[in-house]
T-cell receptor, first 116, second 112 residues
């Protein structure tokens, strides 16, 4: 059973289109994240939800809108896609935090978005 | 803002040799330091982590050390094997923030 699953794995689309990436976790975690990994492999946090509540919203264009219908799902919708949006997007989840720091972050396999 | 510096960006070692990757963090409140391994076409996977109340942790061929005073932590891989070839990321996190700051990654190549 896949712990954090995201779909689609690959997405090729034209500039200006709107697309969504879906993520689901079956670990019972409270917190879910979206990370963007660019061509240089840098991993940058975009959003985080804890029990369906937005808790992290980094400097991301408002063309990106996350939605969490329940704590097991976190979807990412992107409007008016631009060339610079091409990247691998990773969903992740964690159990939250403990007194000694954050708990383990579990990643999905990634969704490679290519904007032409 | 908070950041994590990671060195080297690429590392090539002969099979059987040791590999060391070093990270420095800026936020003194950071208290959780995981290391992730990312194989080609896959998501990062946790390989070892250390919390601030511990100075060293070992799991078979991999170990992590933490120097809170200097704000350094390092990953040590001994007896490297070709399957250790991957990109390795360090990260730092702080209680209650839910935010993990990742290093810039190290591409490790183990030459057979």
């Amino acid at each position: 059973d896949t712990a954090v699953s995201q779909t689609p794995k690959y997405l090729v689309t034209q500039m200006g289109n709107d697309k969504s990436i879906k993520c689901e976790q079956n670990l019972g975690h409270d917190t879910m994240y979206w990370y963007k990994q660019d061509s240089k492999k840098f991993l940058k946090i975009m959003f985080s939800y804890n029990n369906k509540e937005l808790i992290i919203n980094e400097t991301v264009p408002n063309r990106f809108s996350p939605k969490s219908p329940d704590k097991a799902h976190l979807n990412l919708h992107i409007n008016s896609l631009e060339l610079g949006d091409s990247a691998v997007y990773f969903c992740a989840s964690s159990l939250g935090t403990s007194p000694f720091g954050a708990n383990v972050l579990t990643f999905g396999a990634g969704s490679r978005l290519t904007v032409l | 803002g908070e950041n994590v510096e990671q060195h080297p960006s690429t590392l090539s070692v002969q099979e059987g040799d040791s590999a060391v990757i070093k990270c420095t963090y800026s936020d003194s409140a950071s208290n959780y330091f995981p290391w992730y391994k990312q194989e080609l076409g896959k998501g990062p996977q946790l390989i070892i982590d250390i919390r601030s109340n511990v100075g060293e942790k070992k799991d078979q061929r991999i170990a992590v050390t933490l120097n809170k005073t200097a704000k350094h932590f390092s990953l040590h891989i001994t007896e490297t094997q070709p399957e250790d070839s991957a990109v390795y990321f360090c990260a730092a996190s702080t209680s209650g923030t839910y935010k993990y700051i990742f290093g810039t990654g190290t591409r490790l190549k183990v030459l057979a």
